[in-house]
Structures are given as C-alpha cells and as structure tokens.
C-alpha cells in the first residue's frame, strides 16, 4: 500500500558525512510517521531519528548532535544528513513509516547500506 524507497548510502571515511533519502509512494502528510533504523551484522535493528506529521522529532542518543532528520512535503520524502560519522555507524539502515487511516499500518524500505571505513 505504501512503498519506501531509499537512496544515498555508500563507503564515507570516519569523520565524514553522508545523506540519505526516503521517497515514499503517497503523500506524506498521510504518514504518521516516517524515519530510520539500521541493523548492523548480528545486531539487532535499532532506532536511528523519527519524525512526525507534526514535526515533532526523537533521535539515538548515539546520533544526538550528528545526525539530522528532517521532512519535505512537497517530494514527500524525509532526509537523514550524517555527519561526523563513525566506524560503529556501519550497518544496513532501512526508511520507516506508520500510515494513518487507509494506509494505517507499518511499512519499510529496501534498506541501503552505509560503510564508515577508512
């Protein structure tokens, strides 16, 4: 019903930036939530930053003060900018939404993956 698709991982150096994108299927402001996760090799998937309808938005402890989360309503897509990156910020992340009414629901993407390695 809703599809997510990501874009913008890759190999980035420790101390460097990246940005990732989301684009999803419908529109937006029909998304009560949309954000991102990551599951790194043996580990379990884990909360990266989410962001509301209404803006409102919660982060990692681990990414405070890094990493950014942030919504374009108009390319209804969410946009994480890294930066600083590390090592331990290597993992699969995957784009995250939960619908409201029609499209009430979970939904996940394909997943990208980001390397931080020198």
């Known amino acids: 019903q809703v599809q997510l698709e990501e874009s913008g991982g890759g190999l980035v150096q420790p101390g460097g930036s990246l940005e990732l994108s989301c684009a999803a299927s419908v529109n937006i402001v029909r998304l009560k939530v949309m954000g991102w996760y990551r599951q790194a090799p043996g580990k379990q998937r884990e909360l990266v930053a989410t962001i509301t309808s209404s803006s409102t938005t919660n982060y990692a402890d681990f990414v405070t003060g890094r990493f950014t989360i942030s919504r374009d309503n108009v390319r209804d897509s969410v946009v994480l900018q890294m930066n600083s990156l590390k090592p331990e910020d290597t993992a699969v992340y995957y784009c995250?939404?939960?619908?409201?009414?029609?499209?009430?629901?979970?939904?996940w993407g394909q997943g990208t993956q980001v390397t931080v390695s020198s």
């Open positions: 995250y939404a939960e619908g409201y009414r029609h499209y009430k629901g979970d939904y």
